[in-house]
């Protein structure tokens, strides 16, 4: 079954930068579209990104549009998010997982599996 294990998570200042892994445990993921997710305490799970197979079709919520940049690399089976400009309404446990498709990130990651164990970001001052 497929793993993925977050991290490159941490404390940084407002307007700092933090750049997430995804590692999966096997080539396989690399058919599969990736997304990242967070949740703070008290909120739902928020769709962040998601990135497709193939054309790696990218996809970002409005909230991180122009400050945050997903990637992957297939020769290390692994996906990135690039986050900058952070704020602190960013901090929260940031989650990948994967799926078919990009389509239902938003709304429906309840469709996404082979769920990590998170990695913390806190954006403070």
């Known amino acids: 079954q497929l793993q993925l294990v977050e991290s490159g998570g941490g404390l940084v200042q407002p307007g700092g930068s933090l750049r997430l892994s995804c590692a999966a445990s096997?080539?396989?993921?690399?058919?599969?579209?990736i997304g990242w997710f967070r949740q703070a305490p008290g909120k739902e799970r928020e769709g962040v990104s998601c990135?497709?197979?193939?054309?790696?079709?990218?996809n970002y919520a409005d909230s991180v549009k122009g400050r945050f940049t997903i990637s992957r690399d297939n020769a290390r089976n692994t996906v990135y998010l690039q986050m900058n400009s952070l704020k602190p309404e960013d901090t929260a446990v940031y989650y990948c997982?994967?799926?078919?498709?990009?389509?239902?990130?938003?709304?429906?990651?309840?469709?996404?599996?082979?769920w990590g164990q998170g990695t913390q970001v806190t954006v403070s001052s």
């Open positions: 990135i497709s197979s193939g054309d790696g079709s990218t």
């Open positions: 096997d080539a396989f993921v690399n058919r599969l579209a």
């Open positions: 997982a994967a799926n078919y498709y990009c389509r239902d990130y938003g709304s429906h990651s309840n469709l996404f599996g082979s």
